[in-house]
C-alpha cells in the first residue's frame, strides 16, 4: 500500500510540474557530469612579459643616458649596439659626461674627432653579456681593444676606478652596468681637443 502511495505522489508530482499553465521562462536542468566540448584552446589569461630592449632602446629610455646615446649616435654606432651581441656596456651616465673638461663632449660629438669618439666609445663595451655577480677582478679585453681594469670589493665592482652605480639592466642583446665616470682607454689624451 505504501508502495502505491508512493508512487501516485511522484505521478501527481510530475503531472502538476508538466500541466503547469505558468509562462514563466526560467527552467531548470539537470547537473552533468561531462565537461561542455570545445574546438578552441583554452585562452592564456596572463599577459606574456614583455621582451627587454636593445642596448641603444633602453640607454634611449632613460634621461641619464642622453648624453651617451647623443655620442653613440655622432661616432655611428648605433646598429652596431642594436646588432645581435651580446655585449656588456659600462654606460656612463650624463653626470659622468658633466665632471669631463668643460667642452669637451662638444669637441667630441664633432665630425672630425669621430674617431676619437668612437675609441673611447668602444673601450666602455666588453663582447659577451657579464652578469655583476658573474664579474670576475682582472684585465678585461674591450671592444676598442685595450684591456679594462675590473676589480671587485664588498659586493661593488670598478672598472678603471670607476664604480658601478646600477648592475644588471638586461636588454635584449646583453647587459648594461651603469657607471659614475667616463673611462678612457690608456694613451688617449683628451686635453689636446
Keep these: 500500500m505504501r508502495k502505491t502511495i508512493g508512487i501516485a505522489v511522484a505521478a501527481a508530482a510530475l503531472l502538476v510540474a508538466c500541466g503547469s499553465d ?11 557530469t561531462e565537461a561542455p566540448m570545445t574546438t578552441e584552446a ?15 632602446a633602453i640607454a634611449s629610455g632613460s634621461e641619464d643616458f642622453s648624453t651617451l646615446v647623443a655620442a653613440v649616435s655622432a661616432a655611428g654606432l648605433v646598429e652596431t649596439l642594436q646588432g645581435e651581441g651580446p655585449f656588456t656596456v659600462f654606460a656612463p651616465t650624463n653626470a659622468a659626461f658633466e665632471a669631463l673638461p668643460a667642452g669637451l663632449v662638444d669637441k667630441l660629438l664633432l ?25 670576475v677582478a682582472g684585465d678585461v679585453p674591450s671592444v676598442e681593444g685595450s684591456n679594462i681594469a675590473v676589480t671587485t670589493n664588498d659586493g661593488g665592482v ?11 639592466l638586461v636588454a635584449s642583446n646583453g647587459v648594461i652596468h651603469v657607471i659614475d665616470a667616463v673611462i678612457l682607454p690608456p694613451g688617449v689624451d683628451v686635453s689636446a681637443l
Design 111 to 135: 665630425p672630425e674627432n669621430k674617431d676619437l669618439l668612437v675609441q673611447i666609445l668602444t673601450y666602455h663595451v666588453v663582447s659577451g653579456a657579464v652578469m655583476a655577480a658573474d664579474v
Design 22 to 32: 505558468d509562462n514563466d521562462a526560467t527552467t531548470t536542468e539537470a547537473p552533468t
Design 158 to 168: 670598478q672598472v678603471n676606478g670607476a664604480n658601478v652605480t646600477t648592475a644588471d
Design 42 to 56: 583554452p585562452m592564456d589569461t596572463e599577459a606574456p612579459a614583455e621582451e627587454p630592449g636593445d642596448i641603444v
